[in-house]
């Protein structure tokens, strides 16, 4: 059974930092791009960060010089390190894990992230 387990969410203040974790389970690991999104209320989700296979990374411009997105394949684990963080920020986030060659794609359960004083 294919599983994403994400977990590090919660509530944090405005200029705080969280860090984002998915543990896989049930692949390959190695060969699934990894991605996070977001979804805030009433917004449509969005890409947040995505690191390819051989460890290239896309930001969304809103989080560039805030976010780090990496991946641990020994441990089947993507982080999301989140800095300076800001109310708009709040959102649930989504692990994601995408081969495209074989129209596989798989999501988390999701983890609140609420940035607020």
């Known amino acids: 059974q294919v599983q994403l387990v994400e977990s590090g969410g919660g509530l944090v203040q405005p200029g705080g930092s969280l860090t984002l974790s998915c543990v896989a389970s049930?692949?390959?690991?190695?060969?699934?791009?990894m991605g996070w999104y977001r979804q805030a209320p009433g917004k449509e989700r969005e890409l947040v960060a995505l690191?390819?296979?051989?460890?290239?990374?896309t930001y969304t411009d809103s989080v560039k010089g805030r976010f780090t997105l990496s991946r641990d394949n020994a441990k089947k684990t993507v982080y999301l390190q989140m800095n300076s963080l800001k109310p708009e920020d709040t959102a649930v986030y989504y692990c994601?894990?995408?081969?495209?060659?074989?129209?596989?794609?798989?999501w988390g359960q999701g983890t609140q992230v609420t940035v607020s004083s």
């Open positions: 690191i390819e296979r051989g460890g290239d990374t």
């Open positions: 994601n894990a995408h081969r495209p060659a074989a129209s596989l794609d798989y």
């Open positions: 049930g692949i390959f690991f190695e060969r699934y791009a």
